[in-house]
């Protein structure tokens, strides 16, 4: 059995992890929240805009962007947004582990990763992965990283180093553990198939179709990378907050159990002690 004197000690660090674990809790709240809300903000925009794109680009019939162009998939590249940091569950666990299955499965189209955030990164670098480029940090996640990786990624797909751009992330959900996203970026062909059956207005363009049209697939591009970085930026903070709460939840319950054993060694010591002095009282008599 362990020395009071051991137990004390035990039940001190189990007590200094407990308040990290609550303050990281705290501060991953308060994260959370603010992410949540811009998270939230930009969805309801980016959703609006997608369907115009969408419409649009089922609707034109004329269209020449090589942002359409529909090539024979030789190379696929797949863009994977883990976190910066660890201590938050099975986050970047289930991320890597989903881009490990997708390169197997995608083995004959001589894939490549693009990890976006330290912790894919360092994973990629490590395991010598085939990559394709990749950003370190993701912690900000604000406009000008969506655009820093939307104009790599475009780069990429018009130069054709690669005929398909995917997107991995968490997608949010709310109260609960996210879920592996994946999505097309690029090429755009799946805009417009997904509303072909749909598009009934027509558009009247001024100047031209080109004109009006092509300018605005950056500003989609833009904003879909905006909003992919801003889902997985809050599932972070989720998985995170979830994450502490249930450290220090089970440290409060090892020191509640450390406080038990505690109580019990002390009162065996105490009886062990009063029965030493009993039997030597015994003996002098």
């Known amino acids: 059995m362990a020395s009071l004197r051991q137990i004390r000690r035990r039940m001190k ?27 939230t903000r930009v969805k309801s925009y980016f959703a609006e805009m997608e369907k115009l794109v969408a419409n649009l680009a089922a609707a034109s019939t004329d269209l020449k962007d090589p942002l359409f162009e529909r090539r024979e998939v030789k ?3 797949l863009v994977v947004m883990t976190g910066d940091k660890g201590l938050c569950g099975a986050y970047n666990t289930n991320l890597l582990r989903a881009a ?24 990629c670098r490590k395991r010598q992965l085939p990559t394709a480029g990749g950003w370190i940090e993701k912690a ?3 406009l000008a990283l969506a655009q ?18 995917e997107l991995l992330y968490t997608a949010y959900r709310l109260g609960g553990t996210g879920r592996n996203k994946f999505e097309p970026f690029l090429g755009l062909g799946y805009l417009a198939d997904s509303k072909k059956e749909e598009a009934e207005v027509d558009y009247i363009y001024e100047p031209d179709l080109n004109s009006v049209f092509v300018p605005l697939l950056t500003k989609y591009l833009e904003g879909k990378m905006y909003a992919a970085l801003l889902e997985s930026l809050t599932s972070e903070y989720s998985a995170r907050m979830i994450a502490m709460k249930q450290a220090t939840e089970n440290g409060e319950e090892v020191l509640h159990n450390l406080k038990l054993l505690r109580n019990r060694t002390r009162q065996a010591t105490i009886t062990r002690e009063l029965s030493e002095i009993v039997s030597g009282a015994s003996v002098l008599v």
Do not use: C, H
């Open 100 to 123: 490990q299955i997708w390169l197997r499965e995608n083995a004959a189209f001589e894939p490549a990763l693009i990890p976006v955030a330290k912790v894919g990164y360092e994973f």
């Open 148 to 165: 820093s990786v939307t104009g790599e990624l475009q780069k990429l797909f018009l130069e054709k180093k690669y005929d398909s751009i």
């Open 140 to 142: 900000v996640a604000d």
């Open 13 to 39: 660090a189990i007590e200094s992890i407990t308040e990290i674990t609550k303050a990281m809790e705290m501060i991953s709240a308060f994260r959370f929240k603010k992410a949540e809300n811009r998270f």
């Open 75 to 77: 190379k696929k590249a």
